[in-house]
């Protein structure tokens, strides 16, 4: 059996801020269109504080929740203590997606195939940010510049990067 597609989505800013208090320091109607988009159907990954800040399992996806709590629950979610016990959740999909926060981002990394980006093109001061990697061991294979004005006015890029060397399946 192959394993999934392994892809992070993650909305940043130019100085790689993810989030300020848990929750997004912007409002971007077209990120969240497109992350409905791309994760429909297919199992979703994030930590516990990015469930939290969420607040429910996002509906016609499976949502999977890392966290260090062993005795944690949470209702329509399957709840697991590590990356490589998510991914094994996963089995079946043919892509799955992390969705944050920093520390999973980081751990992902290294195995992920994939990483859909919306770059805000804005310096945003937070608290949760995302990590420094080695762009050299990514492509760009597509670039989509947006702008809105409402309900704040924000310059953005939809880019999409494809893991550079060629991972065994």
Known sequence: ?????????????????????????????EDLKRLKTLTMGHHIVMGRKTFDSIGKPLPGRTTVVVTRNRALT???????????EAIAACAGDREIFILGGA???A????????????????????DAHFPQFDQSGWVETSREPRHQEAPQPLEFHFVTYRRRTTQTK
């Open 74 to 84: 949470l209702e329509g979610c399957i709840v697991t203590h590590s990356l490589p």
């Open 1 to 29: 059996m192959t394993r999934p597609r392994i892809s992070i989505l993650v909305a940043m800013t130019r100085n790689r801020t993810i989030g300020v208090d848990n929750t997004l320091p912007w409002r971007c109607p």
């Open 103 to 105: 520390e999973l981002y």
């Open 107 to 126: 751990q992902a990394l290294p195995v992920a195939d994939t990483m859909y980006v919306t770059e805000i093109l804005h310096d945003v001061p937070g």
